[in-house]
């Protein structure tokens, strides 16, 4: 199998689980426990446990690939995580003009993701469970406050959330450890039951999950097509940029003048 040995779908979903359950568990139980309310230190704590636990996800991918790799060597880790140049499904040749799937791609992800629909979708998930409207909302915008003026150690907390967001957390384990060994079970269709079980991770903020689901098939699609994750991970990491500025026009005051 040019694929290499694929997952059981209860493997899958165990992986799945492991990533996605202490995530809820840290929003809603143990953040309110530490600072209740929905303040700007409250906002700080959640965002803090949840890096925590995008943390964890990267401790869990090492944990599976030291079980399933001889060697740590860059051209095994490389091959196993699909981390080489983009390879044409129809020549079997990488080359990085490929690369211009990510035009598309992103433009999809950006009608999703940031517009008005997002929101759309978001509110979808309201109809069958509208208790969830209860939960407090997980928005970075909270800590747009005078306060975190002059805090630059959030500017550090926000590289390593990007860090572990985008590149060793979500992305190793969704994309990396997950999405090349998901074919035995989903077929053609393991992209699409990639960007489910992404979007269902999200349980922490379920009202983004549908359009996460959706947004999520522009990363899924391209790096499944062109066995090449780097789609995913630069298209994800497209969230870091706003993420670091956002943190900066915080604590140099820039957001307040």
């Given at each position: 199998?040019?694929?290499?040995?694929?997952?059981?779908?209860?493997?899958?979903?165990?992986?799945?689980?492991?990533?996605?359950?202490?995530?809820?568990?840290?929003?809603?139980?143990?953040?309110?426990?530490?600072?209740?309310?929905?303040?700007?230190?409250?906002?700080?704590?959640?965002?803090?446990?949840?890096?925590?636990?995008?943390?964890?996800?990267?401790?869990?991918s090492l944990i599976i690939l030291a079980c399933e790799l001889e060697n740590w060597r860059w051209p095994s880790l490389k091959e196993r995580l699909w981390l080489a140049p983009?390879?044409?499904?129809?020549?079997?040749?990488?080359?990085?003009?490929?690369?211009?799937?990510?035009?598309?791609?992103?433009?999809?992800?950006?009608?999703?993701?940031?517009?008005?629909?997002?929101?759309?979708?978001?509110?979808?998930?309201?109809?069958?469970?509208?208790?969830?409207?209860?939960?407090?909302?997980?928005?970075?915008?909270?800590?747009?406050?005078?306060?975190?003026?002059?805090?630059?150690?959030?500017?550090?907390?926000?590289?390593?959330?990007?860090?572990?967001?985008?590149?060793?957390?979500?992305?190793?384990?969704?994309?990396?450890?997950?999405?090349?060994?998901?074919?035995?079970?989903?077929?053609?269709?393991?992209?699409?039951?990639?960007?489910?079980?992404?979007?269902?991770?999200?349980?922490h903020r379920p009202t983004g999950i549908i359009s996460t689901v959706v947004g999520g098939l522009a990363w899924s699609l391209p790096s499944r097509r062109f066995r090449c994750?780097?789609?995913?991970?630069?298209?994800?990491?497209?969230?870091?940029?706003?993420?670091?500025?956002?943190?900066?026009?915080?604590?140099?005051?820039?957001?307040?003048?």
């Amino acid at each position: 199998d040019p694929f290499g040995e694929q997952y059981s779908l209860g493997k899958i979903l165990a992986i799945w689980a492991l990533a996605a359950i202490p995530m809820p568990v840290l929003a809603f139980v143990v953040a309110p426990s530490i600072w209740p309310g929905e303040s700007w230190q409250a906002g700080v704590t959640v965002w803090a446990l949840l890096i925590g636990g995008m943390i964890w996800q990267f401790v869990l991918s090492l944990i599976i690939l030291a079980c399933e790799l001889e060697n740590w060597r860059w051209p095994s880790l490389k091959e196993r995580l699909w981390l080489a140049p983009p390879m044409d499904p129809g020549t079997g040749q990488r080359s990085y003009s490929l690369f211009w799937w990510l035009i598309p791609a992103f433009i999809f992800y950006a009608i999703v993701e940031q517009t008005p629909l997002a929101s759309f979708l978001g509110e979808l998930v309201l109809i069958p469970f509208p208790s969830l409207d209860n939960l407090s909302r997980l928005d970075l915008q909270i800590l747009i406050v005078p306060e975190l003026e002059g805090a630059w150690w959030l500017m550090g907390r926000a590289v390593v959330a990007c860090i572990f967001n985008y590149l060793l957390g979500e992305e190793l384990l969704f994309r990396g450890v997950l999405l090349p060994r998901m074919r035995g079970v989903f077929g053609r269709w393991d992209w699409v039951a990639n960007a489910v079980l992404f979007g269902l991770y999200h349980l922490h903020r379920p009202t983004g999950i549908i359009s996460t689901v959706v947004g999520g098939l522009a990363w899924s699609l391209p790096s499944r097509r062109f066995r090449c994750n780097w789609f995913a991970v630069i298209l994800h990491g497209f969230e870091g940029i706003f993420v670091i500025v956002g943190a900066f026009a915080v604590v140099s005051g820039m957001a307040f003048r």
